[in-house]
Antibody, heavy 120, light 107 residues
């Protein structure tokens, strides 16, 4: 079964840091671009960023709202994706989804989501 | 950044209705558009991308059309399980962006 499972969400204070993890199974993770998408409570979807595969030098792209604060990493030996978040703001409160990606492709596999709450 | 405007934001409808959702891009995106369906408390589900590549398992009552800057998602005969929020997303250039969503609700 193709699956993505996120972990690491929780409550963090403004200005703090948090790392989300996502473990993949059922498909060849190393051949996949991987993205993060978030959704603030009661709001729409926002694309956060992408990391390409090894053949594309693991290059990354980010939304302007998180660039310089968030870093996307991957460990193909562990079929795992990470989102390192720092300088968190209350506006970063959202459910974060780990998703598959690709050039001009939609996100066909989604994790269950991990809630990050930034509050004092 | 490419802005996507979905209309309407809310769409009251009944079972059996034909419904159409529009997604307009602020600049041309060729056919690089995806559509998602999201039900409350669940992750979104990809319906189709490249404006016409229907995902496996998506009922044929869903169809899309358009290219460039204007796209539509049509459900030919709305079923109870189709009441949900629908999002478009442009896949043409970074940053990838989503439309604001269209909630199809029971009339």
């Amino acid at each position: 079964e193709v699956q993505l499972v996120e972990s690491g969400g929780g409550l963090v204070q403004p200005g703090g840091s948090l790392r989300l993890s996502c473990t993949a199974s059922g498909f060849t993770f190393s051949d996949s671009y991987m993205d993060w998408v978030r959704q603030a409570p009661g709001k729409g979807l926002e694309w956060v960023g992408r990391i390409r595969k090894k053949d594309n030098s693991y290059t990354t792209e980010y939304a302007a709202s998180v660039k310089g604060r968030f870093t996307i990493l991957r460990d193909d030996s562990k079929d795992s994706l990470y989102l390192q978040m720092s300088s968190l703001e209350t506006e970063d409160t959202a459910v974060y989804y780990c998703v598959t990606g690709g050039p001009h492709r939609g996100h066909d596999v989604w994790g269950q989501g991990s809630l990050v709450t930034v509050s004092s | 950044d490419i802005q996507l405007t979905q209309s309407p934001s809310f769409l009251p409808a009944s079972v059996g209705d034909r419904v159409t959702i529009t997604c307009r891009a602020s600049q041309g995106i060729s056919s690089y558009l995806a559509w998602y369906q999201q039900k409350p408390g669940k992750a979104p589900k990809l319906l189709m991308y490249a404006a016409s590549t229907l995902q496996i398992g998506v009922p044929s009552r869903f169809s899309v059309s358009g290219s460039g800057t204007e796209f539509t998602l049509t459900v030919s005969s709305l079923q109870p399980e189709d009441f949900a929020t629908y999002y478009c997303q442009q896949l043409n250039s970074y940053p990838l962006t989503f439309g604001g969503g269209t909630k199809v609700e029971i009339k």
